[in-house]
């Protein structure tokens, strides 16, 4: 069953901790995507990978960093300096070629105590 | 920088009423434009979308957008809506060399059986 997975779907962490979100695939897709929704505000991206041991920022990157060590994986850290990251994270993953469509992960949604 | 507007934040119709949500977009270049629609407890999914050719496209759930590059926009329709359409749909507009997406804010539709 091939997809993008994202866990936990619920995750909380108390204020100053760094958090880590997992988010796989097994697409066989080279880039993948950070977004973060937040009520009328639509997606906006935090990190974007196009081919692995290589990330870029997106608009929003301050307070996270991200890692592509493998092709499937693309972990990412909230960190104590992201100044409000009560949020819905949402994975993403873009197939190679013309189309340029992203598929996206479950979410999860992160609750800063 | 590239921006997409969606106008409506919250629509709510009956069913059987007909739909159009707005989508406008600020970049002069070569776009790829999609419709994105998030059920309730769901994944982000693609509707429909729009690369080249025929600038009327349809999609899913009988769903269609009309590109007009002279407007910048990228409207979504559809003729008669069902109470199964109530989800936040979001126009997202790829363009530039990196590939990276960027989503209006996201228009809510609830319809009323």
């Known amino acids: 069953d091939g997809g993008i997975t994202q866990s936990p779907k619920y995750l909380f962490r108390k204020e100053g901790q760094n958090v880590t979100l997992s988010c796989e695939q097994n697409l066989n897709h080279d880039a993948m995507y950070w977004y973060r929704q937040d009520p009328g505000q639509g997606l906006r991206l935090i990190y974007y990978s196009q081919i692995v041991n290589d990330f870029q920022k997106g608009d929003i990157a301050e307070g996270y960093s991200v890692s592509r060590e493998k092709k499937e994986s693309f972990p990412l850290t909230v960190t104590s300096a992201q100044k409000n990251p009560t949020a819905f994270y949402l994975c993403?993953?873009?197939?190679?070629?013309?189309?340029?469509?992203?598929?996206f992960g479950p979410g999860t949604r992160l609750t800063v105590l | 920088a590239q921006s997409v507007s969606q106008h409506n934040h919250h629509v709510i119709l009956s069913e059987a009423a007909s739909l159009e949500l707005g989508c406008n977009y600020s970049y002069g270049g070569t776009v790829n434009l999609f419709w994105y629609v998030q059920y309730p407890g769901q994944h982000l999914q693609l509707l429909l979308k729009?690369?080249?050719?025929?600038?009327l496209v349809k999609g899913i759930k009988g769903f269609e957008a009309e590109f007009i590059k002279s407007k910048f926009s990228f409207n979504l329709r559809k003729p008669s809506v069902q109470w199964s359409d109530t989800a936040e749909y979001f126009c997202?507009?790829?363009?530039?060399?990196?590939?990276?997406?960027?989503f209006g804010a996201g228009t809510r539709l609830t319809v009323k059986p």
């Open positions: 993403a993953s873009r197939e190679r070629g013309g189309t340029d469509t992203q598929y």
């Open positions: 997202a507009v790829n363009a530039g060399r990196n590939n990276d997406m960027r």
């Open positions: 729009y690369f080249s050719g025929d600038p």
